[in-house]
């Protein structure tokens, strides 16, 4: 599947990737909230971390079928989040005919969400940023796109973190780029709360 550009996303496609994002996690293996993740990058959107260039979606070049989104926001590390990003959310579009048990996916597992992610580290770094945090499955982040245990950089949680460990991951943009943030992880500056519009 490689028909499809990645963008910047429009704000007439916000409702088309609402329902996107809500379905991607609502039918995914793991059972995440849907509910959450439809609301999510609208809350981001109205947050002064929000990074418009890196509120990204795959589209068919006609433009009428988005196929992932992915959307990243600044991350504070002692730094006022001037010189990291958090990838928040990466969603692929959910296929009518999914089977999770016979591993069957229309859309997913077909590289979309990986070219999002390594398309938004190109925009991050050439916006400055040097480093990029997030989290998920350490077979995703690691093992696909390049991401590291965070606790290799010298990172460390503080206790608004309850993510566990094995899920958190970094990686940096330039050499060293971890080296000019405090390290310490926190959520504490992050009010995304769950709305509706």
Not at 50 to 70: K, M, N
Not at 114 to 142: F, N, Q
Not at 175 to 191: A, R, V
Request: hydrophobic share 35%; glycine share 8%.
């Amino acid at each position: 599947m490689t028909d499809y550009i990645i963008r910047q996303i429009k704000p007439d496609e916000y409702r088309i990737i609402r329902k996107l994002d809500r379905d991607a996690f609502e039918y995914n293996e793991r059972d995440s909230d849907g509910n959450f993740h439809e609301v999510f990058a609208d809350n981001i959107r109205h947050s002064p971390y929000y990074i418009p260039e890196l509120d990204l979606v795959a589209a068919f070049d006609d433009s009428l079928t988005c196929l992932g989104h992915a959307i990243f926001s600044a991350l504070p590390m002692g730094d006022d989040g001037e010189h990291i990003v958090w990838l928040n959310s990466l969603a692929v579009k959910h296929g009518e005919n999914d089977n999770h048990a016979e591993k069957f996916y229309e859309y997913q597992r077909k590289g979309v969400g990986t070219a999002l992610v390594m398309r938004g580290l190109e925009v991050a770094k050439s916006l400055g940023y040097i480093g990029c945090m997030t989290c998920g499955h350490p077979d995703v982040y690691r093992k696909k796109m390049g991401f590291s245990d965070f606790r290799d950089f010298g990172i460390v949680k503080d206790d608004s973190v309850d993510d566990p460990e094995i899920a958190v991951h970094a990686k940096e943009l330039v050499p060293g780029g971890f080296e000019k943030t405090n390290k310490i992880l926190s959520y504490t500056y992050y009010d995304f709360t769950k709305t509706e519009e």
